[in-house]
């Protein structure tokens, strides 16, 4: 079975950066990988062919894109105090996130990617500079104020997949809800269709360690997303999964920009992923170059 990414370049954002020497066209048809899994509704060919809002493209949410960006980074800096050295890691980073993109941030180990993801998730606070989820300055937020938004806004998606292993797929998704303060009646709906969304729903009974990493990186999604966050930051969420697993992930998140109106900001190293990015920024040194 094929997944295809089919992207259309806008007047609006700068062309995604790919490999080397890849051509460049209006429209890139690209087969991102050969998957065999009819375990997963989400991703069959039927699916992809006849239900239009399944369909895995970044077409149609780049015609009404709003023009407000949902992160805006303004000239941040992060400086870490050890002892008596100081360790410049940010050097004045400035970037747009709109609503509706997937945005990748590239870059050698050590450049600074997880701890800019960092900061624009709440966890840590810029040394200087400005970091605004849509109006609001997270720059200027206390640790409550930061959390009681994660809460509500963001999620989070981590390499190590970052399941309970006691628990089965729908007690993880749960969790998330329960964190949010999301009513109890609303859990079953809402944890079957994330877990639908992310073609497990005939595992949702199933711990972490009867899953593949595959499966258990989509369960992590489908608990990141249950609260309708609308910022996803993910860390190098393929980092841990072949190529066709990672091929799957990237299909998923596709498929959640769609239906579930997230913005998608993760990291990674994998540069065979980077074509299915709307942006792509290249971190060297604490610094963009791209
Ligand atoms: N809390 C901290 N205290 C001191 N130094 C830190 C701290 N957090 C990160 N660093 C340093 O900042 C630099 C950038 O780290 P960061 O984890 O952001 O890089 P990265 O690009 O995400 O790397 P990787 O791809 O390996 O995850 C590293 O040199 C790291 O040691």
């Known amino acids: 079975m094929k997944l295809w990414f089919r992207k259309r370049s806008s007047p609006h954002e700068s062309a995604p950066q790919t490999t080397a020497n890849e051509p460049h066209t209006t429209h890139i048809e690209h087969t991102l990988s050969t998957i065999d899994d009819d375990s997963h509704p989400l991703i069959t060919d039927t699916s992809i062919e006849s239900t239009s809002s399944h369909v895995v493209t970044a077409d149609s949410k780049q015609t009404d894109q709003p023009s407000e960006p ?34 990748m941030l590239k870059g050698r180990s050590g ?16 040394s200087r500079g400005e970091i605004y989820f849509n109006k609001f300055p997270l720059h200027g937020w206390n640790d409550d104020e930061r959390t009681q938004l994660r809460r509500k806004e963001i999620g989070f998606v ?11 797929a729908r007690e993880n998704v749960e969790l998330s809800l329960r964190m949010a303060s999301v009513p109890k009646e609303e859990w079953d709906d809402r944890v079957k269709h994330c ?3 992310v073609g497990l729903s005939k595992r949702m009974n199933h711990r972490p360690f009867e899953l593949s990493g595959g499966e258990q990186q989509r369960v992590a999604i489908a608990k990141a997303i249950a609260h309708r966050p609308k910022l996803l930051l ?39 992923i980077l074509e299915v990015a709307d942006h792509v920024y290249e971190m060297v040194d604490g610094k963009f170059i791209s």
């Open 234 to 272: 993910a860390d190098e969420p393929t980092a841990n999964l072949d190529s066709q697993m990672g091929a799957q992930v990237m299909s998923v998140f596709r498929n959640i920009i769609a239906t579930e109106n997230v913005t998608i900001c993760m990291t990674t190293h994998d540069l065979t």
């Open 195 to 197: 877990l639908d969304l």
């Open 70 to 103: 949902i992160l805006t980074v303004r000239e941040v800096h992060r400086i870490f105090e050890t002892g008596s050295a100081e360790i410049h890691v940010l050097k004045g980073i400035n970037m747009e996130v709109r609503p509706g993109q997937l945005v």
């Open 111 to 126: 450049s600074g990617k997880t701890t800019l993801l960092n900061m624009l998730g709440g966890l840590d606070l810029p």
């Open 158 to 168: 981590f390499q190590a997949f970052a399941l309970l292993p006691l628990l089965s």
